[in-house]
């Protein structure tokens, strides 16, 4: 159906149309009323079709179409753009944040606290205007899973999913025994207890310096020298039977056990304790160099023990040093305790379990550009609220209780965007697509313009077409990866670019956009063939392997044998089983004719019987044979049986 608008090349919208959009571009609410985005985009969709001459009713894309049609044909002859941002087709309106109801007071101590917050937060607004950030950290906390949404204005970030029998391992220090040493592969094997041993490199059992995302701190100490070891000395150093204590910075993945370390982290709010190395370092994520001295004078001045080091996380950078002194004095204690636990407890016995990821959250997320935690569960918003209270009294207005039935990734736009973490295929904004293939060796991605198409004919033009969606590639693939919690081999595959400029821009938009990861990370510059290799901390399963198991159809391939192709098989099958026939028993015409049944799958046996029939009926001349066909559904696809029709014995089987 089409729609004809009303009005002339100069027709204006109406006023209803725009104070619908005006609504959503402008949040105008009070605490009684409840923004409803949905609610009002229908509303903004209904008041553009009826300005545009269109049935209020109509349906979204038509109406869309036709007035995006509307608006060119217009453009064309006024000789004017349209100047309205656009995205994929769609208008993109001012970001407006869900809103909460404000939970009544319980006491009036409370309430007193509340309006002292609320008057302390305008003061400081009015000497220091607040810039929001539009951040948010959204905890959907159920019996069986436990998920946790990092979102900014509203678009997805980060994604973790924690299941009720996941084992917390990354992260987790065990006391181990040395099984058995490996000069070839150069790594130990370890048993932690569980079914497969650790594997433990040389590399990871001597003392490792910090790498270059640290700013090392010279703390104005001797160091005592150690005899220094090699991968030689390991065997001696370490022989089988050998108890120690590691952490584990992989989970097992497949066929593979978890990955160990004897270098072990202790991470807290502010600062990671290096309990077994003297170095210490601040985030080089810091960008600012006044904080990063500022923070390395802290460290100089903490009263960090002999043999220890620590390293400022950057969730420290603007704390005071009393917040990093409490901080250390909660790390000195926690390790204290593992170290006692190591001394009585036996090999293979966790001596130190990870958080669970409500406490991770509020360890690794609560940075000062959070505005607000919301919990959709009471009990986890109590939890949330204590373990906030013992590190940031100031950050405790941050979280809210999500009160509504409806679920909070649906209101707040998650689950949605969600669906492209499992997709193969991933729109870009300009019409160009993502194409994500995770294969045993390598993952794959492959950037197309799709429908994206430049304007005009010069190569001027389509080069900056094809910069324009690289880069747009480049930053959703950073975003996927975290999403997708993809790890190891990646080979992206951008679009040609002649320009070396425009290579060098795509790569350092890759490279910005793998700032805001917590995975390390390893890129390298775009190659003459338009490929981009990069390499990604993996610490455990991607989101498709745990969600997904292998199909029991194709077990994994992806792709099943075409009915064609089982056409083939069958035929040869067939011809193989009359000429054996034919070697063991001289035919004679006045011998009764033999008989043969094929039982395969429904889907293949449309072929058989349609396309194919000449071939068998030729056949069943040629060896003077009766064939005849039989579906069943209890089948496999990929699989056949050849009976005799008279004796009804089995004489093939073709199994997948």
Same mark, same amino acid.
């Given at each position: 159906?089409?729609?004809?608008?009303?009005?002339?090349?100069?027709?204006?919208?109406?006023?209803?149309?725009?104070?619908?959009?005006?609504?959503?571009?402008?949040?105008?609410?009070?605490?009684?009323?409840?923004?409803?985005?949905?609610?009002?985009?229908?509303?903004?969709?209904?008041?553009?079709?009826?300005?545009?001459?269109?049935?209020?009713?109509?349906?979204?894309?038509?109406?869309?179409?036709?007035?995006?049609?509307?608006?060119?044909?217009?453009?064309?002859?006024?000789?004017?753009?349209?100047?309205?941002?656009?995205?994929?087709?769609?208008?993109?309106?001012?970001?407006?944040?869900?809103?909460?109801?404000?939970?009544?007071?319980?006491?009036?101590?409370?309430?007193?606290?509340?309006?002292?917050?609320?008057?302390?937060?305008?003061?400081?607004?009015?000497?220091?205007?607040?810039?929001?950030?539009?951040?948010?950290?959204?905890?959907?906390?159920?019996?069986?899973?436990?998920?946790?949404?990092?979102?900014?204005?509203?678009?997805?970030?980060?994604?973790?999913?924690?299941?009720?029998?996941?084992?917390?391992?990354?992260?987790?220090?065990?006391?181990?025994?040395?099984?058995?040493?490996?000069?070839?592969?150069?790594?130990?094997?370890?048993?932690?207890?569980?079914?497969?041993?650790?594997?433990?490199?040389?590399?990871?059992?001597?003392?490792?310096?910090?790498?270059?995302?640290?700013?090392?701190?010279?703390?104005?100490?001797?160091?005592?020298?150690?005899?220094?070891?090699?991968?030689?000395?390991?065997?001696?150093?370490?022989?089988?039977?050998?108890?120690?204590?590691?952490?584990?910075?992989?989970?097992?993945?497949?066929?593979?056990?978890?990955?160990?370390?004897?270098?072990?982290?202790?991470?807290? /709010? =502010?600062?990671?304790?290096? *309990?077994?190395?003297?170095?210490? !370092? %601040?985030? #080089?994520?810091? &960008?600012?160099?006044?904080? $990063?001295?500022?923070?390395?004078?802290?460290?100089?001045?903490?009263?960090?023990?002999?043999?220890?080091?620590?390293?400022?996380?950057?969730?420290?950078?603007?704390?005071?040093?009393?917040?990093?002194?409490?901080?250390?004095?909660?790390?000195?204690?926690?390790?204290?305790?593992?170290?006692?636990?190591?001394?009585?407890?036996?090999?293979?016995?966790?001596?130190?379990?990870?958080?669970?990821?409500?406490?991770?959250?509020?360890?690794?997320?609560?940075?000062?550009?959070?505005?607000?935690?919301?919990?959709?569960?009471?009990?986890?918003?109590?939890?949330?609220?204590?373990?906030?209270?013992?590190?940031?009294?100031?950050?405790?207005?941050?979280?809210? /209780? =999500?009160?509504?039935?409806? *679920?909070?990734?649906?209101?707040? !736009? %998650?689950? #949605?965007?969600? &669906?492209?973490?499992?997709? $193969?295929?991933?729109?870009?904004?300009?019409?160009?697509?993502?194409?994500?293939?995770?294969?045993?060796?390598?993952?794959?991605?492959?950037?197309?313009?799709?429908?994206?198409?430049?304007?005009?004919?010069?190569?001027?033009?389509?080069?900056?077409?094809?910069?324009?969606?690289?880069?747009?590639?480049?930053?959703?693939?950073?975003?996927?990866?975290?999403?997708?919690?993809?790890?190891?081999?990646?080979?992206?595959?951008?679009?040609?670019?002649?320009?070396?400029?425009?290579?060098?821009?795509?790569?350092?938009?890759?490279?910005?956009?793998?700032?805001?990861?917590?995975?390390?990370?390893?890129?390298?510059?775009?190659?003459?063939?338009?490929?981009?290799?990069?390499?990604?901390?993996?610490?455990?399963?991607?989101?498709?392997?745990?969600?997904?198991?292998?199909?029991?159809?194709?077990?994994?391939?992806?792709?099943?044998?075409?009915?064609?192709?089982?056409?083939?098989?069958?035929?040869?099958?067939?011809?193989?089983?009359?000429?054996?026939?034919?070697?063991?028993?001289?035919?004679?015409?006045?011998?009764?004719?033999?008989?043969?049944?094929?039982?395969?799958?429904?889907?293949?046996?449309?072929?058989?019987?349609?396309?194919?029939?000449?071939?068998?009926?030729?056949?069943?001349?040629?060896?003077?044979?009766?064939?005849?066909?039989?579906?069943?559904?209890?089948?496999?696809?990929?699989?056949?049986?050849?009976?005799?029709?008279?004796?009804?014995?089995?004489?093939?089987?073709?199994?997948?």
């Amino acid at each position: 159906m089409s729609f004809k608008p009303s009005g002339g090349k100069n027709r204006r919208p109406d006023r209803t149309s725009l104070k619908a959009r005006a609504n959503i571009e402008t949040i105008q609410t009070t605490q009684d009323e409840i923004y409803d985005t949905r609610q009002h985009r229908s509303e903004i969709v209904r008041a553009e079709n009826k300005a545009h001459g269109l049935p209020p009713d109509a349906d979204l894309e038509s109406a869309k179409a036709q007035r995006q049609l509307t608006n060119e044909s217009s453009d064309g002859e006024n000789g004017t753009q349209d100047e309205s941002p656009r995205q994929g087709g769609q208008y993109q309106a001012e970001f407006a944040p869900v809103e909460l109801p404000e939970e009544p007071a319980g006491s009036i101590k409370e309430k007193v606290q509340r309006g002292a917050q609320k008057f302390v937060s305008k003061v400081k607004g009015v000497f220091r205007p607040i810039k929001h950030t539009h951040k948010e950290v959204l905890i959907n906390a159920e019996s069986l899973e436990t998920r946790v949404a990092v979102t900014v204005k509203g678009q997805l970030e980060n994604l973790i999913i924690e299941r009720v029998d996941d084992l917390r391992m990354v992260g987790s220090i065990y006391k181990g025994k040395i099984r058995n040493l490996e000069d070839g592969l150069k790594a130990a094997f370890v048993d932690i207890g569980f079914e497969k041993n650790a594997f433990l490199h040389y590399w990871d059992i001597i003392p490792s310096p910090l790498d270059s995302s640290y700013d090392v701190v010279d703390r104005g100490r001797r160091k005592k020298e150690k005899p220094r070891i090699t991968n030689k000395d390991i065997p001696k150093k370490y022989p089988t039977g050998t108890e120690l204590t590691v952490q584990v910075t992989k989970g097992p993945i497949g066929t593979k056990g978890p990955r160990v370390t004897t270098n072990v982290l202790l991470p807290g /709010r =502010y600062l990671v304790l290096l *309990p077994n190395s003297e170095q210490s !370092g %601040v985030s #080089r994520k810091i &960008e600012n160099r006044e904080e $990063r001295t500022r923070l390395k004078r802290i460290v100089q001045e903490l009263n960090i023990p002999d043999g220890m080091g620590v390293i400022i996380r950057t969730a420290g950078q603007g704390q005071r040093k009393g917040y990093f002194i409490r901080d250390l004095a909660i790390l000195l204690q926690t390790w204290e305790g593992v170290t006692d636990r190591v001394k009585t407890q036996k090999a293979g016995t966790c001596v130190f379990e990870e958080p669970d990821l409500i406490e991770r959250t509020v360890r690794d997320f609560l940075t000062e550009d959070v505005e607000r935690i919301v919990v959709d569960n009471t009990a986890e918003t109590e939890r949330v609220t204590k373990l906030i209270g013992r590190i940031s009294k100031r950050s405790l207005e941050k979280v809210q /209780r =999500y009160p509504y039935s409806e *679920p909070i990734f649906d209101r707040f !736009g %998650v689950t #949605r965007q969600l &669906e492209t973490a499992y997709t $193969r295929k991933v729109m870009l904004p300009s019409g160009g697509y993502i194409i994500i293939d995770e294969t045993e060796a390598l993952v794959a991605i492959d950037v197309n313009t799709g429908s994206h198409r430049h304007k005009g004919s010069n190569k001027k033009e389509k080069d900056k077409t094809l910069l324009q969606v690289n880069l747009e590639a480049a930053e959703e693939v950073c975003r996927q990866l975290r999403l997708r919690n993809i790890g190891g081999l990646i080979v992206l595959d951008f679009i040609d670019m002649k320009s070396s400029r425009d290579r060098r821009d795509v790569f350092n938009r890759v490279r910005d956009g793998l700032r805001k990861d917590k995975a390390k990370s390893h890129v390298l510059p775009i190659s003459d063939l338009g490929l981009m290799e990069m390499t990604r901390q993996r610490q455990s399963e991607s989101v498709r392997d745990s969600a997904y198991g292998d199909c029991e159809h194709c077990r994994g391939r992806g792709k099943l044998k075409s009915p064609l192709t089982m056409s083939v098989e069958i035929q040869r099958k067939l011809s193989e089983i009359i000429k054996k026939r034919d070697k063991l028993k001289q035919r004679r015409e006045e011998e009764a004719d033999f008989k043969l049944r094929v039982n395969v799958h429904s889907g293949v046996l449309d072929r058989l019987r349609n396309e194919d029939e000449d071939i068998f009926i030729d056949m069943e001349k040629r060896y003077l044979v009766k064939i005849s066909f039989r579906g069943e559904l209890e089948l496999h696809p990929e699989e056949f049986e050849v009976f005799d029709a008279i004796t009804n014995k089995r004489l093939a089987q073709v199994e997948r």
